[in-house]
């Protein structure tokens, strides 16, 4: 069978049969993929381009500008001996905590591209940087679908702890590396100066920004077609062969497809420890959607795709297994305050000037806080008496 699945010939035919299945449904259900993709515009006009635009911007400052460099010398001793990372890959580590995906991962890109990690670094970077932001595990799952903030506190801090947990994890991956000397360094400052680099962040945030929206369009006409021709409901019967029962491996294929379609199932009546397992899994994974934008970001640039999301499925079952461990520990009831109802209803009502208010504001508070820590750093090194020989 495999020697049959490697020949070319059978490959193409099965991609042409996959490709007219696909033209015949869109043909056969137009309303359905006319309904998807609306579905995705508007997730993409509320809540992607807000969330992320400024965040996109943000990281290619810190990059273009040579803060992450700066940043870099106070980090170093940290981040080598937890994850075998220069210090520079600090900025990825926290842009990816408070930006959300794909934030992170494009953050340890462009420190590959500018130099400031090895091929090796980038990749352990991939493998735990890229995570979910606090807005959506707090506001989206906590308070929308479980309604209860104690469950979305819970779900950011084991997705946080399983997130350093892949980083220890995916620090032997590699063999050894030769540590820079200080000549060989970048310098803390590049030559780009601030009008082009601002130009250049605001221009590329965009397209990766649309690039992205695509790939949320995409999937969102996939699951509507697959919804409404049975192919879900089929998986899910298969899943459930396996042990599944039928309604968790429903959720479980939606997760894997897509995140927020998949936390979206998890509202009900079921085994609270149960959902919100899943939904931690779920959230470490973030869904193939998620990947697909990831990936469209290492196309040519050498790194391993294998190591990234090999990194996204650890992530999801050390985050699966802490979340159940706690639940079981400290057992959560699901009451709905009348509070948390109005917190849930303010967030579906959610529009694209306050999403976007609130994403600058986020952005540029960590702006300040990366470039007063860059700015101490250097008055520090600058007061520094020179020893002067005798």
């Not at 290619?60 to 937890?82: F, H, N, Q, T």
């Not at 979206?264 to 869904?287: D, K, T």
């Not at 699966?320 to 009451?335: D, E, K, Q």
């Not at 303010?346 to 960590?366: E, H, K, W, Y």
């Amino acid at each position: 069978m495999l020697a049959i699945l490697r020949r070319r010939e059978f490959r193409d035919g099965l991609l042409g049969l996959a490709l007219l299945l696909s033209a015949a449904a869109l043909v056969a259900a137009p309303r359905e993929a006319m309904a998807g993709a609306k579905d995705g515009l508007t997730l993409c006009f509320n809540v992607i381009v807000p969330s992320l635009f400024p965040f996109f911007v943000l990281s290619s400052l810190v990059v273009d500008l040579g803060l992450a460099a700066y940043l870099g010398r106070a980090m170093e001793g940290l981040m080598r001996p937890l994850f075998r990372v220069s210090g520079s890959c600090a900025a990825a580590v926290a842009l990816g905590f408070i930006g959300g995906y794909p934030v992170g991962a494009r953050t340890a890109l462009q420190l590959y591209q500018q130099g400031l990690c090895s091929k090796t670094e980038a990749e352990r970077l991939l493998a735990f940087c890229n995570n979910s932001g606090p807005a959506f595990i707090l506001g989206v799952v906590g308070a929308g679908v479980f309604g209860d903030g104690r469950v979305g506190l819970l779900l950011y801090l084991t997705h946080a702890l399983a997130s350093v947990a892949v980083g220890l994890l995916f620090r032997f991956y590699g063999g050894r590396e030769e540590r820079k000397s200080p000549s060989q360094r970048p310098k803390p400052i590049g030559t780009v100066t601030l009008p082009a680099a601002f130009t250049g962040a605001v221009t590329r945030s965009m397209q990766s920004t649309l690039n992205i929206c695509a790939f949320v369009v995409f999937f969102a006409v996939v699951l509507r077609m697959l919804s409404a021709f049975g192919v879900l409901s089929l998986v899910a019967e298969g899943l459930s062969a396996l042990g599944f029962r039928e309604e968790w491996a429903r959720r479980l294929v939606a997760g894997l497809l897509e995140l927020s379609s998949g936390v979206s199932s998890l509202q009900g009546e079921a085994q609270l420890a149960g959902r919100v397992s899943m939904a931690a899994f779920m959230l470490g994974w973030a869904g193939l959607s998620v990947h697909c934008q990831v990936l469209s970001f290492l196309v040519d640039s050498g790194l391993s795709a294998k190591v990234y999301l090999a990194g996204k499925l650890c992530h999801g079952l050390i985050a699966a297994g802490l979340t159940y461990l706690v639940t079981r520990l400290i057992p959560l009831s699901a009451p709905v305050a009348d509070y948390l109802i109005d917190q849930t209803e303010s967030i579906a009502a959610l529009d694209f000037s306050t999403a976007l208010v609130l994403s600058t504001v986020a952005a540029f508070a960590a702006w300040v806080a990366i470039t007063a820590l860059c700015g101490t750093l250097l008055r520090k090194k600058c007061g520094k008496p020179r020893a002067h020989g005798v």
